[in-house]
């Protein structure tokens, strides 16, 4: 069954390096990830962009549009091959990551669907990722980011500088993602005397998070101040004409905080998230706890911010220690 309507279709990539039985079976692998592996439209746009460049590839590459029977016959060296004309464009480790990824992912599915063995995909190795921690702000710079004081001298009209504190709020005094924060709908706004709020994050797997009270606050100084009626089922973060809130405007009003507070260049919105769980961290919070407000799958993906905790102390000892000297 189609689980893919029209309009999602149309944003798709097309396959024109693939036969039309790949096509077909790209389609039906897309919408498996829609219904079985809940991945978001985002992540089957890219699923989809990763395909496609493959099946280009593989038609300059084998001479003519790629089969089933051609895409599972492939040796480990012509999967190499194209990871390797990959870096060739400049692309990055973690873009080819995903790649394989969503290749092995198709390749499963032809396998399912009894057109051959997924065994070359499976054979080649994944490229390595440098291990970067995550660059939390301070506290200090963290919650000015939030402050709509610190926007002083911004032409922008207040409401739309009172709607940017309330989204980093979210980010920060509750360690959301950023499309978690605009996914939030009028309705489920977390006011008044609700201080908590369910999320739907990666996977669309929910989960309850506690809101403090200058994040509710926050929210009804924007809500005070939005010129748009803001129906129950509609966002609660809308854009300067009344539409949904895009994730890089947000982006963009954090690349402006950074001028006018003075902030680093690892200053965006996603350092906000960054910035919660570290500061928890280093205020003694259960890692277990940490793990389950941001909504990690797992506890190995949190414990990365004890090497940036560690990390800190460091510094702080070779700044003040005696001995450091």
Request: some cysteine.
């Amino acid at each position: 069954m189609n689980l893919i309507n029209e309009s999602q279709s149309q944003q798709l990539s097309p396959f024109p390096g693939a036969c039309p039985e790949i096509a077909g079976e790209a389609i039906a692998w897309l919408s498996w990830l829609a219904a079985e592996r809940r991945c978001s439209p985002h992540t089957m746009e890219a699923y989809s962009r990763d395909l496609r460049q493959f099946t280009d590839f593989l038609q300059n590459h084998l001479g003519g549009p790629a089969s089933p029977v051609s895409f599972l016959g492939l040796l480990p060296a012509d999967v190499r091959a194209y990871m390797a004309s990959r870096r060739g464009e400049g692309v990055g480790g973690r873009t080819i990551l995903r790649s394989l990824a969503a290749l092995r992912s198709f390749a499963r599915h032809l396998e399912r669907a009894g057109k051959g063995k997924a065994a070359p995909f499976s054979a080649v190795r994944s490229p390595k990722l440098p291990r970067s921690l995550p660059k939390p702000l301070s506290a200090e710079s963290a919650v000015r980011t939030t402050n709509v004081a610190a926007r002083a001298g911004d032409p922008r009209e207040h409401w739309v500088l009172a709607r940017d504190a309330a989204v980093l709020s979210l980010l920060y005094g509750a360690g959301l993602r950023i499309s978690e924060a605009l996914g939030i709908t009028r309705g489920d706004a977390p006011i008044g005397q609700v201080d908590s709020l369910t999320v739907v994050g990666k996977g669309r797997k929910t989960r309850s998070v506690p809101i403090i009270s200058s994040v509710r606050q926050a929210i009804e100084d924007y809500l005070a101040a939005c010129p748009y009626p803001l129906p129950a089922q509609g966002p609660l973060f809308v854009g300067a004409k009344g539409g949904q809130l895009s994730p890089r405007i947000v982006q963009l009003a954090v690349v402006q905080l950074r001028g006018a507070l003075g902030l680093p260049e690892s200053a965006t919105p996603h350092a906000l998230r960054h910035s919660f769980a570290s500061h928890l961290l280093a205020r003694g919070g259960d890692l277990r706890s940490i793990q389950e407000l941001l909504g990690h799958a797992s506890l190995s993906t949190t414990q990365i911010y004890t090497a940036v905790d560690s990390t800190r102390l460091l510094k702080a000892w070779s700044a003040a220690h005696p001995r450091a000297r």
